[in-house]
Each structure stands twice: as structure tokens, then as C-alpha cells.
């Protein structure tokens, strides 16, 4: 990283347009422009495999789709699909071979590729376009010649399939209309996922669903999370460390013009030098979106959704250990039984007696987050909403410089807040030269 110009990465904003192969060739073409700005340690790879800690695990990823970007049932679906191909892989080969890889051929996978750069479908437009639940995707793609029998033939087999059970779960949670985590598609690609799943529960049915989500989460979620991640202040503690840095540039100023109005050596004006330095440095940090004090002890602050229990009104700090990185960690046996899980599932659940936290409404959230099959993407009706808004501004402001931080373990943006500082001390030490030579410079009024 560049000591002197290295910046955070660009923000890159999310088109309102459904998935399709356009919309994620313009998210690569913008990620590839910030591609420097985010360290190897940080990568998108590494953060899916569980190879960073907080702020950038996995589980943060999480928090920030499904607080902030609120798109949380791309990662939520993708994770899914890469434990289901697992566990697809592991199969006996007399059970995997009643499931036959898709292998669309290659005109129809071409006709949807030149349909999404001929023309973009807006939402509006693909709701209406949507099948009804319940329509078959026959009676949407072309009419059936085949008999009655044959078809029965057909169910039967699908039925028997591996997973039969677990894909229309995925179906009903993700790709229909009104799902409670409805995947924004395109209707042509979601027609086409949804034909090639009635004949198979392979893995490779979802194949163009799997490109379009990752490719999203690559180039389009994963460095708007980087730079959200690596701020380690909240916006009243920004509020206020911009008051300080323009009342010490006001103090720097009104010095300076009294020492060139008075009859003083114009060398004593370099004592006010400090005053520039620190300004400088402050407003340096501000503008990255960090904090010199909580750099300096590897700290952030904690996000509202990370300060409340379901049942404890006060600030409640969460212990750092408890962002695992792991997907399977987030879920107990318990959540499990009362989730409407398929037996094949459960394997990406287990063990959360290490989650130990006083905050269990916050624990208990982010299992729903990580559970595939867990409720829609909503946290309007979380217990800290409510309680967060009913919170008086002068408490919020006490909360930023007093409780609510956490430790920050990843080196990755520990190194990155280091050469903001190195950047920060280097900057302003060449500004404030510069500045004095010119004040100096100015010669003496003598007022007074």
C-alpha cells in the first residue's frame, strides 16, 4: 500500500436493476479500479473461509449486508450452496447418480447473457413479469408435448432425488415470488434455475444463480464492507473530532494574525506550529473515517445492534470472542430443533457453547442471520431499534467517548489504520512546514 496516497476503497453503489450478467460485469469493472485498496489478508476469499477476525469476519460480513446494505439473502443463499455442494460431493455414487449434472446447452445460457445486455429489467417490471406460486415453470418456458404417464414418471424420479426435500425448501425461501428471502432476479434466470430444478437437485442447477450472487458479494458488497469495517468510530464521535479540528485551526489562525499584527519576532509565530500539526492529523483522520485515540488501542466502537440484550436497557458490550468466523459455530442443537431444517442441513449448525454472551438477543439474531432457513431479512421489530431511538442524544454522545469498544483483532485492518497514521503524521509534518515558512515570511505590523 502506498504510504503517501493509499486511500479507502471507492463506495460502489448498488444497481437497482434485478441480478443479471450486465449488472455484475459493471460491479467488477468498478472493483477491479480498488482493487489495490484492500490488503490479500482481507480478501473476499479469505473472509468466506473464516480467515479474518473482527471487524472483518464472517460473521461481520453478515451484520453489514443485513444492517446496512440490508442484501443479506445473497451471502445467506451462497453459503448455503457451497455446504449443499459439499455435502452433494460426499454422496455414494448410487445416490448422486439418480440426480444428473444440468447441463443447459450452450443457446439457451447465450439467450440469457444477450437478454440482460439488451435490455436491463427494472423491478417493477420483473414483479409483474413473476409467475404466480403454485405456476409451473412448463407452463412459463414452453408448452409440454410430452403424456400424462411420462410426466408421473418424471415426479417420481425428482421425488426420489437426494435433497429432493432440502431444494424445494431453497425454492420456497428463495426464489419465489413473496419469499421471505427473495433473491432479486431477473425473470428469464430465475425461470430457467427454476426448470432446471424440477429435473434435478444437482448442484450445477444453480450454477448461474451461484455466478451472478458471488460476483455480487465480490465486487459489489465485499469492499463497500471492507470500508464500512475498517472505520472504527460512529458518526457523533465524527461530529465532534470535526468541531475539535476546526476550533483548533480557529485557535491556530487568531494566533497567528496577533503575532503578525504585534511588534513580536516573527520567529515566535512557529511556537503556534503544534497547533497546525494537530489539526492537521485530526482532520486527515476524519476524512478516512477513523480515530487516532481508538487506533492507537486497537479498539472500535460498537454498533447500536451490538449494544442491547432483549431484556437489559443499559449498553452491554459483546465479548470479542464471540465473532467467530466459522459458519457452523453461529447455531446450537437447540436452534436447530426448533428450525425447520432437513436432516441433510443440519450439518451446518452445530455447537454454540462457546458463544457465551450477556447479550443472548443479540447471539440469538445472528443465528437467525446465519440459519439458511431462518426468517426474512427484517430487524424493524429488534428490541435495540426501539430502544436505541428512545435514547437521548446526550446519552448517545456519553456512550461514544465512555463504554461501547471492542478490541479489534484483524492485522489486516490494523495495518491499514497504521499507515492512515503514518499518511496523517507525514502530510501534515509537510503541510505545517510550508505554512510556517509562509507565515514567517510575512513581516511584522507592529500594532501593538
Known amino acids: 500500500m502506498s504510504l503517501f496516497f493509499y486511500k479507502k476503497p471507492d463506495f460502489i453503489d448498488k444497481d ?3 441480478l443479471n450478467y450486465v449488472t455484475v460485469h459493471k460491479y467488477a469493472e468498478k472493483a477491479a479500479a480498488c482493487k489495490n485498496c484492500i490488503p490479500e489478508r482481507l480478501s473476499f476469499d479469505n473472509v468466506m473461509e473464516g480467515k479474518t477476525l473482527p471487524p472483518c469476519s464472517l460473521v461481520d460480513f453478515m451484520d453489514y449486508l443485513f444492517y446496512v446494505s440490508r442484501d443479506a439473502e445473497n451471502l445467506q443463499f ?19 447418480t439418480l440426480s444428473p449434472e444440468w447441463a443447459p446447452d450452450g443457446k439457451a445460457l447465450a439467450e440469457l447473457k444477450s437478454a440482460a445486455h ?53 425454492i ?52 463497500n464492507f471492507i470500508r464500512w ?24 489562525l487568531a494566533g497567528e494574525i496577533a503575532l503578525i499584527l504585534s511588534h513580536y519576532s516573527r520567529w515566535i509565530r512557529i511556537s503556534l506550529s503544534p497547533l497546525l500539526f494537530l489539526a492537521i492529523v485530526m482532520m486527515h483522520a476524519v476524512v478516512h473515517g477513523f480515530c487516532m485515540i481508538l487506533t492507537m488501542t486497537s479498539e472500535r466502537e460498537l454498533r447500536p445492534w ?23 459455530s453461529m447455531f446450537s442443537s437447540d436452534d436447530l430443533a426448533s428450525t425447520k431444517l432437513p436432516k441433510s442441513a443440519s450439518t451446518m449448525a452445530s455447537d454454540a457453547g462457546s458463544q457465551t454472551t450477556r447479550s443472548t438477543g443479540t447471539l440469538r439474531s445472528r443465528m437467525s442471520r446465519m440459519n ?77
Request: with cysteine; net charge neutral; charged share 20%.
Open 16 to 18: 437497482g436493476a434485478p
Open 78 to 96: 451462497l453459503l448455503w450452496l457451497r455446504d449443499y455442494t459439499r455435502r452433494f460431493n460426499e454422496l455414494p455414487e448410487s445416490e448422486a
Open 118 to 170: 439488451s435490455r436491463m429489467v427494472s423491478p417493477g417490471l420483473a414483479s409483474k413479469e413473476k409467475p404466480a406460486i403454485g405456476t409451473s415453470t412448463r407452463e412459463i418456458s414452453t408448452p409440454t408435448t410430452t403424456s400424462n404417464k411420462t410426466s408421473l414418471d418424471q415426479d417420481r424420479n425428482a421425488q426420489a432425488q437426494p435433497f429432493r426435500a432440502e431444494v424445494n425448501l431453497v
Open 172 to 223: 420456497q425461501h428463495y426464489l419465489t415470488q413473496g419469499a421471505p428471502r427473495e433473491l432479486n432476479l431477473s425473470f428469464r434466470i430465475r425461470a430457467a434455475i427454476l426448470e432446471a430444478l424440477q429435473r434435478t437437485t444437482h448442484p450445477s442447477a444453480f450454477a448461474p444463480l451461484r455466478d451472478l450472487t458471488e460476483q455480487c458479494l465480490r465486487n459489489q458488497s465485499h469492499p
Open 229 to 252: 469495517a475498517i472505520s472504527n468510530g460512529r458518526p457523533p464521535r465524527s461530529i465532534i473530532l470535526r468541531q475539535m479540528t476546526g476550533s483548533t485551526f480557529i485557535f491556530f
Open 306 to 328: 451490538e449494544m442491547f440484550g432483549d431484556d437489559d436497557e443499559s449498553v452491554v458490550p459483546l465479548d470479542p470472542s464471540n465473532h467467530s468466523g466459522s459458519y457452523s
Open 372 to 448: 439458511p432457513f431462518g426468517p426474512g431479512n427484517t430487524f424493524d421489530q429488534e428490541a435495540w431499534v426501539d430502544k436505541w431511538n428512545r435514547m437521548a442524544w446526550w446519552r448517545k454522545g456519553v456512550i461514544t467517548f465512555s463504554l461501547g469498544k471492542v478490541h479489534q483483532f484483524e492485522e489486516g485492518v490494523k495495518e491499514i489504520h497504521h499507515t492512515f497514521v503514518y499518511q496523517s503524521l507525514l502530510w501534515a509534518t509537510i503541510i505545517t512546514i510550508l505554512v510556517m515558512v509562509v507565515f514567517v515570511a510575512l513581516p511584522e505590523v507592529g500594532l501593538f
